[in-house]
C-alpha cells in the first residue's frame, strides 16, 4: 500500500490525520507512507498555505507524486 499526503494540505492533515495512519499501520512493513511538502490535497505544488481559492485554478499534479507512484508501481 502506498499512502501519499500533500504536506500544504488542510483537508487532511500531516499533523492530524496522517498521523493517525501512521500509528494505525506501523507494523505493517509493506505500507508506503511518503509526504510531498509542496503539495495541497491534489498534489499541486505551491509554497503559501493552501486555500480553497488555489482549487479553482488549473493544474497537473505534481511530477514528482506521477514519478513516485510510477516507480512504486515498477517495483509491484
Given at each position: ?8 494540505d488542510y483537508q487532511v ?30 498534489f499541486f505544488g505551491g ?30
Amino acid at each position: 500500500m502506498l499512502i501519499l499526503q500533500g504536506g500544504r494540505d488542510y483537508q487532511v492533515t500531516v499533523a492530524d490525520d496522517l498521523a493517525r495512519w501512521q500509528r494505525a499501520l506501523a507494523d505493517r512493513p509493506e505500507v508506503a507512507i511518503r509526504v510531498h511538502p509542496d503539495a495541497n490535497h491534489f498534489f499541486f505544488g505551491g509554497r503559501e498555505p493552501s486555500t480553497p481559492a488555489e482549487y479553482t485554478r488549473p493544474d497537473h499534479v505534481g511530477a514528482a507524486v506521477v514519478g513516485e507512484i510510477a516507480s512504486w508501481l515498477a517495483r509491484r
